[in-house]
T-cell receptor, first 117, second 113 residues
Framework: NAGVMQNPRHLVRRRGQEARLRCSPV?????VYWYRQLPEEGLKFMVY????????ESGMPKERFSAEFPKEGPSILRIQQVVRGDSAAYFC???????????????FGDGTRLSIL | GNSVTQMEGPVTLSEEAFLTINCTYT??????LFWYVQYPGEGLQLLLK?????DKGSNKGFEATYRKETTSFHLEKGSVQVSDSAVYFC????????????FGPGTRLSVLP
C-alpha cells in the first residue's frame, strides 16, 4: 500500500509567484491535514479537510493561503503571492474517518520543502 | 480545548543511557495518545500508540504508558543508540467525531557515541 504522497519534494518560487503543493492520502483515507514546519521548530497545524469539506482551518493564515480536497484527485495547498516568510517544509497527513477509526494514527508524507527567492 | 505539553529540548545523552521524554496532556473524555519520530529531512513516523488508560505502547525498545490519573504519556527507552537521534513528538486525538490531532512542540534528542 502506498503511503501519503506529496509532490513536489522541493519547490522554488520567486516572491509574488504562486505555490501549489499536492498531497495524495493513503488509499481509503478521507481526512487530510496540512502542517507547516520551520527549521528547528515544531509542527504548526494549518488545516484539516474531509472530502469536499473544510473541518478546521483555524491554523490557516487569513490571506493568500487556501486548501481544498476535491471528491476526485489530491488535496492541494495553494499559497498566492508568496513571500520570503513562506519558506518552510509543508507536511501532509491522512487518517481514516474518526468514527470508523478514532484510534488510528495519522500517516505523514515526506513533505514539500518550499524555498522563496 | 485539547493540548499537549512536552519537555523542552534538546536532550543530549551518551549511547546506552536511559531516556525519558515527558509528555502531559489536557483533554476531555478518552483521547488516543501517540508518539511520533522525525528523522532529519523526513516526515513524521508513528513510533507507538495507546488508546485507553493503562495501555502500554511499545516499539523498537521504546515504551509509553497511558496514565489517565496523571494525564501523562512519558516516552522511555532503556538504552539509546546513536541512530535514535531525532525529534520526538507527543500527540493526541480526541474521542469525539471529527476531533483533530493535537501535537506537542517536539523534543530533539541527540545521542553521542
Amino acid at each position: 500500500n502506498a503511503g501519503v504522497m506529496q509532490n513536489p519534494r522541493h519547490l522554488v518560487r520567486r516572491r509574488g509567484q504562486e505555490a501549489r503543493l499536492r498531497c495524495s492520502p493513503v488509499k481509503g483515507h478521507s481526512h487530510v491535514y496540512w502542517y507547516r514546519q520551520l527549521p528547528e521548530e515544531g509542527l504548526k497545524f494549518m488545516v484539516y479537510l474531509q472530502k469536499e469539506n473544510i473541518i478546521d482551518e483555524s491554523g490557516m493564515p487569513k490571506e493568500r493561503f487556501s486548501a481544498e480536497f476535491p471528491k476526485e484527485g489530491p488535496s492541494i495547498l495553494r499559497i498566492q503571492q508568496v513571500v520570503r516568510g513562506d519558506s518552510a517544509a509543508y507536511f501532509c497527513a491522512s487518517s481514516p474517518p474518526s468514527r470508523q477509526g478514532k484510534n488510528q494514527p495519522q500517516h505523514f508524507g515526506d513533505g514539500t520543502r518550499l524555498s522563496i527567492l | 480545548g485539547n493540548s499537549v505539553t512536552q519537555m523542552e529540548g534538546p536532550v543530549t545523552l551518551s549511547e546506552e543511557a536511559f531516556l525519558t521524554i515527558n509528555c502531559t496532556y489536557t483533554a476531555t473524555g478518552y483521547p488516543s495518545l501517540f508518539w511520533y519520530v522525525q528523522y532529519p529531512g523526513e516526515g513524521l513516523q508513528l513510533l507507538l500508540k495507546a488508546t485507553k488508560a493503562d495501555d502500554k505502547g511499545s516499539n523498537k525498545g521504546f515504551e509509553a504508558t497511558y496514565r489517565k490519573e496523571t494525564t501523562s504519556f512519558h516516552l522511555e527507552k532503556g538504552s539509546v543508540q546513536v541512530s535514535d537521534s531525532a525529534v520526538y513528538f507527543c500527540a493526541l486525538r480526541g474521542d469525539n467525531y471529527g476531533q483533530n490531532f493535537v501535537f506537542g512542540p517536539g523534543t530533539r534528542l541527540s545521542v553521542l557515541p
